[in-house]
């Protein structure tokens, strides 16, 4: 596994600093039981390895989720690797989850500018805390807005053609997700100017069933 954080990093003075409004610790959150049950859902190791082998267009992947700046709201280290590559995940992420002023349940989708230096950090999700929002690059437009679709389940998506891509000669992307407590489906599809889609699964999400 690479080396995570050098250890000076690990022992720095976490800054005094007030995170953005989408990097705030929200008030009266605390006892918002559909906001802790969707939160306490998305935390843990996920596979899609069942799927993978059912159908061969998709792609046995492991996803881990872990809780992260535990003092400072609710917060998600997001890592996904192939299985059997997992010391080169593909995509890492850090999830801000809370309820906004409409009474939404929202996402906030963040990359790390050194993400390098954090593979593998679900593992020890407790070396984010000698950092503070300085490492993190918020992607506008690409949050996840959820709501519940009947107990123990929640559905959401991304806004339209908000969410900015140029992968593959994508404009926008996409994200559509459920979550329930033994896993989620995530479809994520990247789209040209004139709304054709160029990049994801054509066939329907990946699903990732909870192992741990």
Not at 48 to 67: C, G, T, W, Y
């Amino acid at each position: 596994m690479r080396k995570l954080l050098p250890l000076f990093l690990a022992v720095a003075a976490f800054a005094a600093v007030t995170f953005s409004s989408s990097c705030s610790t929200e008030s009266g959150e605390a006892e918002d039981a559909g906001l802790n049950e969707l939160f306490g859902f998305m935390q843990g190791t996920f596979s899609s390895e069942a799927q993978a082998e059912a159908d061969e267009a998709f792609f046995p992947i492991i996803l881990h989720m872990a809780q992260i700046w535990e003092d400072r709201g609710r917060w998600l280290y997001v890592e996904q690797a192939m299985i059997g590559r997992e010391n080169e995940p593909y995509r890492q992420r850090v999830y801000h989850v809370f309820r906004d002023d409409e009474g939404r349940l929202v996402s906030d989708v963040f990359t790390l500018i050194n993400e390098q230096d954090f593979v593998g950090a679900h593992l020890s999700p407790e070396l984010f805390d000698a950092f503070d929002a300085d490492i993190l690059s918020y992607r506008s437009g690409c949050a996840v807005y959820l709501e519940a679709a009947g107990p123990g389940e929640f559905r959401g998506s991304t806004l339209e053609d908000q969410c900015p891509s140029s992968l593959q000669g994508a404009s926008f992307a996409t994200s559509e997700v459920t979550i329930t407590e033994a896993g989620m489906e995530t479809w994520d599809r990247g789209f040209s100017a004139e709304g054709e889609q160029v990049w994801g699964s054509v066939s329907g999400g990946y699903v990732f069933l909870r192992i741990n």
